[in-house]
């Protein structure tokens, strides 16, 4: 079965800190992975792609990994700040088939002053 | 450029009332989506469409239905709504399989809340 595993539910930290999130899929055949950020009221915007031959990648201080071997993913943001509080979506795409993406159920981060 | 655009925004109906999301995306996508969110759950499709004039059920098909007239929208009807419909609903557009650029763009959302 195709599922998208993420932890934790939801992190609470401090600004300025850093956290480290956690996807784990079975999807198969693989295409892609990628990371969404949520805000509050609004739709998913992508933050990052990571394809099967790419271990690493990073977009500002957002840096996501990727371990096509074990099938996890990880999102590690750096010096977290007040705007980075948000719902952070693990989304695994197929290679076939139309109706081919697959959601995690999303991290709750909380940045706090 | 727009991307894609949700109307409306907010909607309360009352059960067994009906109403029609409207979903637009200006990037010439061949995909469209209907996904409905709800607390604690991942998005669940409702409805997709690979093409203008096709649509597939997805994994939460039941009390929903779809058009796709032009490639530009999509659209999502409720016949007759039903308390447990009451979601935020996001479309989606993006390109086939296999192509470089498999991006799903989101609108911004539609919260539903039937009474």
């Known amino acids: 079965k195709n599922q998208v595993e993420q932890s934790p539910q939801s992190l609470i930290i401090l600004e300025g800190k850093n956290c480290t999130l956690q996807?784990?899929?079975?999807?198969?055949?693989?295409?892609?992975l990628r990371w969404y950020k949520q805000d509050t009221g609004r739709g998913p915007v992508s933050l990052t792609i990571?394809?099967?031959?790419?271990n690493t990648k990073s977009n500002g201080r957002y840096t996501a990994t990727l371990d096509a071997d074990t099938k996890q993913s990880s999102l590690h943001i750096t010096a977290s700040q007040l705007s980075d509080s948000a719902s952070y979506i693990c989304v695994v795409r197929k290679q076939t088939g139309a109706n081919n993406l697959f959601f995690g159920t999303g991290t709750r981060l909380t940045v706090i002053p | 450029n727009a991307g894609v655009t949700q109307t409306p925004k907010f909607r309360v109906l009352k059960t067994g009332q009906s109403m029609t999301l409207l979903c637009a995306q200006d990037?010439?996508?061949?995909?469209m989506y209907w996904y409905r969110q709800d607390p604690g759950m991942g998005l669940r499709l409702i409805h997709y469409s690979v093409g203008e004039g096709t649509t597939a059920k997805g994994e939460v098909p039941d009390g929903y239905n779809v058009s796709r007239l032009k490639k530009q929208n999509f659209l999502l009807g409720l016949e007759s709504a039903a308390p447990s419909q009451t979601s935020v609903y996001f479309c989606?557009?993006?390109?086939?399989?296999?192509?470089?650029?498999?991006?799903?763009?989101f609108g911004q959302g539609t919260r539903l809340t039937v009474v």
């Open positions: 990037m010439n996508h061949e995909y």
């Open positions: 989606a557009s993006g390109r086939p399989p296999g192509r470089l650029d498999t991006e799903a763009f």
């Open positions: 990571m394809t099967f031959s790419e």
């Open positions: 996807c784990n899929y079975t999807v198969s055949p693989f295409s892609n």
